[in-house]
């Protein structure tokens, strides 16, 4: 088995002794493994474009969701099984299909697993692997310091989201449905997973292997309720209405005056931005026992 192992040498502080181990591990296995660090954002993109294109059977991402990220939209088709060893700050995806931590047994599932083909998120022309949201997160992860990042781990989006909410009140935000009805609100988060920053449920009923979304509406806004919103979460507890609303939907277009987007964990842009569920984009592979809701 030929695998092109494209990896992040900076995810979650020095991941290099990660990456090596990693790389004589898949070998130990039997593959023949060429490997590509990457050194700027877009390279894992372009490496896995040029990947499928030279006719690796697999591809491995090794870093964080960012990581994986490019790698899906690099590849953007389902011909070309995918694996992913989590080595990132959080690795939602990780926990959220069951994704094994320990190198040895995620690299065994990368060389040995069976692939299935899952449901992704088109944002514009862009790929998403498990959500889009707009609003307070999504200035929070514009604004963290990579510094911080790197010294404090995940604990610097919370700094940076308590730094924002202190600046300004959110924005308003509004969801249109593809019937055309406008709902308005103060936060989107449009995903495909159950978890959301770790092992917070703001999608419970999402699924990648559903054809279609759920989409979360912070109905509330204020200071006031982006922190009930927050305290909800941490303390693991489900989101009802009126703070919230939820809908099901396979595309949804959102509106407003340069709110600030994230994908994936990552700053994006800013509204308006158009999103569809893109059932089979392309083919994980993961544990026979995935944690993904059927």
């Known amino acids: 088995m030929r695998i092109k192992l494209i990896a992040n040498p900076v995810s979650g502080g020095d991941a290099r002794p990660r990456i090596q181990k990693a790389a004589a591990e898949l070998q130990k296995l039997g593959a023949d493994v060429e490997m590509c660090l990457t050194a700027a954002r877009g390279d894992a ?3 896995a474009a040029q990947a499928r294109a ?8 090794a870093g964080g969701d960012g990581t994986l990220n490019e790698v899906v939209n690099g590849v953007a088709a389902p011909d070309v099984p995918i694996a992913f060893l989590p ?3 959080v690795n939602v995806f990780a926990l959220e299909a069951g994704i094994p ?3 040895d047994q995620a690299c065994a599932l990368a060389v040995n697993g069976s692939p299935r083909q899952i449901t992704l998120g088109r944002i514009n022309d862009d790929l998403f692997l498990r959500m889009a949201s707009v609003g307070w997160d999504a200035e929070a992860v514009a604004h ?19 730094e ?8 308003a935000v509004e969801l249109v449905t593809p019937e055309g009805f406008s709902h308005s609100g103060y936060g989107v988060v449009v995903s495909n997973c159950r978890f959301y920053g770790g092992r917070y449920m703001v999608t419970p009923g999402a699924s990648m292997l559903r054809d279609d979304f759920e989409v979360c509406l912070l109905r509330q806004g204020g200071r006031l309720a982006m922190l009930k919103f927050a305290a909800t979460l941490l303390l693991k507890q489900p989101l009802k209405p009126p703070l919230v609303e939820y ?8 509106q407003g005056q340069k709110v600030a987007v994230q994908v994936d964990g990552d700053a994006w842009g800013t509204l308006p931005v158009s999103l569809e569920a893109v059932p ?8 026979e026992m995935s944690a993904l809701n059927p």
Do not use: H
Not at 54 to 61: S, T
Not at 247 to 254: D, K
Not at 280 to 287: D, E, K, N, S
């Open 45 to 47: 993109r372009k490496a």
């Open 164 to 171: 924002v909410l202190l600046l300004k009140p959110p924005a």
């Open 144 to 162: 963290v310091r990579t510094g911080l990042k790197r010294l404090i781990g995940r604990l610097a989006y919370a700094a940076s989201a308590l």
């Open 101 to 103: 931590r320990q190198l």
């Open 54 to 61: 030279e006719g690796f059977d697999r591809i491995v991402a």
């Open 280 to 287: 089979g984009a392309v083919a994980m592979v993961l544990p």
């Open 87 to 89: 080595l990132g700050t």
């Open 247 to 254: 809908f099901t939907l396979s595309s949804a277009r959102l």
